[in-house]
DNA sequence: TAAAGTGTAAAACGGTCGTTTTACACTGTC
DNA sequence: GACAGTGTAAAACGACCGTTTTACACTTTA
């Protein structure tokens, strides 16, 4: 594999699942089977390679949330939670952990975060047959993030209950 | 103020506003106005202060909801946003900024959690009149944890929709 | 008035951080 | 067969980490 897509691979792993401050350098060149040196070279920095850690994901995220109705949305969630594990959005948690001071970082997660409300509002819209549903999309939002949060104590049943909560609210729009 | 109140106090300030990895403890120190002597002696590390301040935030959140119907737990929720701002939960940002390895902390996190649904379960089950509620209460649960956390990035929004949505699901449970 | 307790100020501790540098091996190319 | 390019291994960089220590001032209490 290419070693730049390799050490982000190895990076999103770690970041993910110990925390980006908590992840050493060392740590990362180890694992990642490469000198410090070619990873300076490669990314240029640590928070760098956290933004482009950011970018693959954001990435795959959007690539498999591109689905046709809202019942979905919460299938895409759930694979990808028994595939990756559910400890919480790591855009989030980049958020706060840099408490939103570091640009580079925080575009990368507020763009994330308006790309998937406009994908969900399109959803929504294309489920509903058109028209204008600002307030459910809003609300499915919510429901998707509660879902990603409350799966790393809750499991699955999270994301089920949003699942049901979200068609019940479909429902409702629909009548 | 006691000192320990004090210093407590401004952690969970900057912890909250900044992460707790990137809060040193010589800032922590300066804005709480002791020296580092007084604060080893009052809590002995870094870890612990992070337990009691979660100790103390859990207290506080708990007796804001104490509440009797769903509307007025995001009511509490709403009203926390604007007093306290809102930067995503501290016990989930904690929780992953540490790997949730930490058992000091993990415990804490875990059972606010907890407490937190049982005490939606409550106020779901008088709410509605008594009765068995566990997938609305579920419901309820993910909405909550929705709200909090899309309100970093939508704000105010975030939290009416999760009202709204909450309100539908116990009117059509209700019916 | 001596002792004990509690506080501050600040230097120092060993360790680890992200990053850079040095030294060297291998590869493909003109 | 020199050469640029790219990689590894590992030491070293200065800065900062959480924590401990030293030295000293003030208050309370017996």
């Known amino acids: 594999m290419d070693i730049k897509t390799n050490l982000i691979a190895t990076a999103e792993r770690l970041f993910d699942r110990n925390?980006?401050?908590a992840t050493g350098m060392d740590r990362l060149t180890q694992e990642a089977g490469l000198s410090s040196r070619t990873l300076y070279k490669h990314v240029g920095s640590k928070t760098v390679l956290m933004a482009l850690v950011l970018g693959v994901r954001e990435r795959r995220f959007m690539e498999r949330l591109d689905v046709q109705t809202v019942d979905e949305i919460f299938?895409?969630?759930a694979q990808w939670t028994?595939?990756?594990?559910g400890r919480g959005c790591l855009f989030l948690r980049s958020y706060g952990e840099t408490g939103g001071d570091i640009p580079e970082i925080a575009n990368v997660v507020l763009t994330h975060k308006e790309a998937t409300r406009a994908k969900i509002a399109?959803?929504?819209q294309r489920d509903l047959g058109g028209g204008?549903?600002?307030?459910?999309?809003?609300?499915i939002?919510?429901?998707f993030e509660g879902a990603v949060a409350a799966a790393v104590y809750r499991g699955m049943d999270a994301i089920s209950a949003a699942r049901k909560a979200a068609a019940s609210l479909v429902a409702q729009a629909r009548s």
């Open 19 to 21: 925390g980006f401050s």
């Open 75 to 77: 299938d895409v969630l």
């Open 82 to 85: 028994r595939d990756e594990g």
């Open 122 to 124: 399109e959803i929504v």
């Open 141 to 143: 939002l919510v429901l």
């Open 132 to 139: 204008d549903h600002g307030e459910l999309t809003e609300q």
